[in-house]
């Protein structure tokens, strides 16, 4: 992994009802790994992590990203006309609300070779 790449870490709400589109989206790319792994490779980022946060307030996605450049990784996203990105734009506009990037508070990681 790139010593330089930096984590970003965001809580995203979701609308209301759509978690059985939520845990959909989340079988589709983990049976569309090969695929998803070349999008990242695409974008420069080296890890992407997406937790569910279910809270009496709602429902929410944490998702985690370490990449070379974050603005780069968006940017190559938006471009992008891959069909999985395709699904994961429709996904987004279908299901998120409000995205709020958390404040990174310590990043210890162990680097290897």
Not at 8 to 15: D, E, G, N, P, S
Not at 30 to 45: I, K
């Amino acid at each position: 992994m790139n010593s330089t790449h930096v984590p970003v870490c965001a809580r995203i709400r979701l609308k209301n009802g759509v978690l059985p589109r939520v845990r959909e989206w989340a079988a589709h790319m983990s049976a569309h790994r090969a695929d998803a792994l070349q999008r990242l490779v695409a974008e420069g980022v080296s890890i992407e992590s997406v937790f569910l946060d279910i809270t009496t307030e709602g429902e929410y996605l944490v998702y985690y990203m370490r990449a070379a450049s974050h603005e780069e990784a968006h940017r190559v996203a938006a471009q992008s006309a891959a069909e999985l990105d395709r699904y994961h734009k429709l996904f987004q506009r279908e299901t998120w609300g409000a995205a709020q990037r958390l404040e990174l508070l310590l990043d210890l990681r162990r680097d290897t070779g």
